[in-house]
């Protein structure tokens, strides 16, 4: 039998003592808060950087490996890791080296670095496609990526799944109607003036039906989708799911574009390449060069042809798409480095064996304590889903969401100097995370359980 979830007024005095205490232990953090309002939009330099459940936020002195040292002089042991961007750890010792060194021989030139070449082989042999450009961040390469889907296609309509991320990328910001199956705009986006909902169609995710209605009608340019939802916690893919959704997009006539940004996590190559899913398009960000801005979009042979062949037939101009820092020189340095010494096997091996061990340990203290919960792991990515199964889809995420538990749950462990992703309960594990780290989350997560279920 299932321990009910705490009381919300047990949840609300325990979620003030965690601030109470935040206050107490934080004063510079709560003192460069204040300091910031005068310069930054919400007092910080992104505004996302709010998006903590502790009364301000946690500014930092130093990120290295997986500890970060806060302005208090507190040492965090972080399992957010920049919410994947930091997967390999914070600073590794080759990167960092990598960096300085090709800061003193030049940031940019809108010109190849020399070595171009051994960067595009190392792509290859990582995530398996042959052709590559770059871009900044995987917002950046999601549009450039819907803008040749389009172009190479000629069709005008893109296909998502209720719940997806892909970034800042205004053609994906759209909601579902659960009642009428219709898009609808999302009204917590910002300075919205075009209609994207008239040019995106979401479903949703594990649903081959709908995915089968969608493409039926042979408009759809492509498929923009994360191998699993990591927007609404972690919500994998049915068995089947995608060889049978990719058969449904090849008899449609619509290109698959496989976003990779946090499912890199998966394995070395990420979720595609481990699952042999054949993208026509892939795409990579956040981690991909290390944590320094960079994404990349790759493409198969053929599909390159096509957009040759629609780049050549438009008239000379700006094509709109990239950058003008896009590939500079910094970055390939960058990626190089992280390509050949950060994407690698003895790596991903020890994050998947941490990752189980940490899975495992949760898992087992949720079942002896009968509380409603469950555990979601994706390779070295995990989730804390404040409900009693696995997620089917992003809707089964919104009729179970305790959104109180979750915030608890961050500040209580922040408290204790474990980090875990604001957005909801994500933990990643990198190749600087030790047992010890482990022990010390599960630990922490001990104190929660006690502090919720005690008398």
Known sequence: MSTPHPSPERIAALQQAERDRFIATHPQSMALAQAAQAHYLFGVPLHWMRDWPSPATLFVQQAQGVTLLCADGLHHTDFCLGDTGAMFGHSPAPLAKAIATQAARGLTCMLP?????????????????????LAITASDANRFVLRWARAITRRPQLLVFDGCYHGAVDDTLVDLDPVTGH??????????????AAFTRVIPFNDLPALEAGLAQGD?????????????GLVPPAPGFWDAARALCRQHGTLFVCDETHTISTALGGYARTHGLEPDFLVVGKAVAGGLPCAVYGFSAEVAQRMADAKQAAPEGHSGIGTTLSGNALTLAALHVALGQLHTDPNYNHMLALAERLENGLRERITRTHMPWT???LGARL????????PRNAQDVRDHARGELEALTHLFMLNRGVLLTPFHSMMLVSPATTAQDVAQLLQVFDSLLVALTAD
């Open 113 to 133: 670095a020399s070595n171009a070449v051994a960067v595009g082989e190392s792509l290859e042999r990582v995530f398996g496609l042959p052709m590559w450009q």
């Open 383 to 390: 989730e804390l889903q404040f409900m009693p199964h696995t």
């Open 220 to 232: 759809v340019a492509c498929l923009l989708a994360e191998p699993a939802l990591t927007n609404f």
């Open 375 to 377: 555990v979601t792991r």
């Open 183 to 196: 898009t609808l705009p999302r009204p917590s986006v910002l300075g919205q003036v075009h209609n994207h």
